[in-house]
């Protein structure tokens, strides 16, 4: 599978066909698939959730290397919750906003993981609410990622009613076959 270069943080080893399927993972593989297939268009936004090593960060990169097969032209983008609060705070420093808006909203795919990491920080949550609702209104995928589910993010409840608009996948911890 060959790859286009893109300045978007994709892992490009992180694809579907090394992903181990099993029980455990199935639903959330397969909806991934899907999402690559379709984005915007089905599940969306896609939420991943489920603790540490369990495969959700995978997942995100496989998406944004088969879309990058699927679609050539899409501009993808995977972050940290971290990174993102990291870029807003910088770009209001440096009076960089429409720089910073520019980057995410122009986006055909955005995939952003440890969504949990955004808890205490309201400002950040504020401008995420106002991307994820550009991004949807005009068909953009965005993938979500967290170590738990929406109902136990300390985040503000617009998000997370946002979060629930699309498809849930909850990844279990994999059984010893797998």
Not at 7 to 12: A, E, P, R, S
Not at 125 to 151: C, G, M
Not at 153 to 162: A, D, F, T, V
């Amino acid at each position: 599978m060959k790859i286009n270069k893109q300045k978007n943080n994709i892992k490009k080893t992180y694809v579907f066909n090394r992903f181990i399927v099993g029980n455990s993972n199935r639903f959330a593989f397969e909806c991934a698939r899907v999402v690559a297939k379709y984005p915007g268009n089905k599940f969306n936004p896609l939420f991943i959730c489920r603790g540490v090593g369990v495969g959700k960060t995978y997942l995100m990169h496989a998406i944004g290397n088969e879309l990058k097969c699927n679609f050539p032209k899409f501009k993808i983008l995977y972050v940290t919750s971290e990174k993102f609060t990291y870029d807003f705070i910088e770009a209001i420093k440096s009076n960089t906003i429409s720089k910073f808006t520019n980057k995410y909203r122009n986006v055909d795919c955005l995939l952003i993981d440890d969504i949990q990491f955004l808890a205490g920080k309201h400002s950040s949550q504020e401008e995420f609410y106002n991307l994820f609702n550009t991004l949807k209104d005009s068909d953009k995928q965005i993938v979500i990622a967290s170590d738990r589910p929406q109902n136990k993010l300390e985040i503000e409840e617009k998000l997370i009613s946002r979060f629930k608009w699309g498809n849930t996948v909850d990844i279990q911890q994999p059984d010893l076959e797998t």
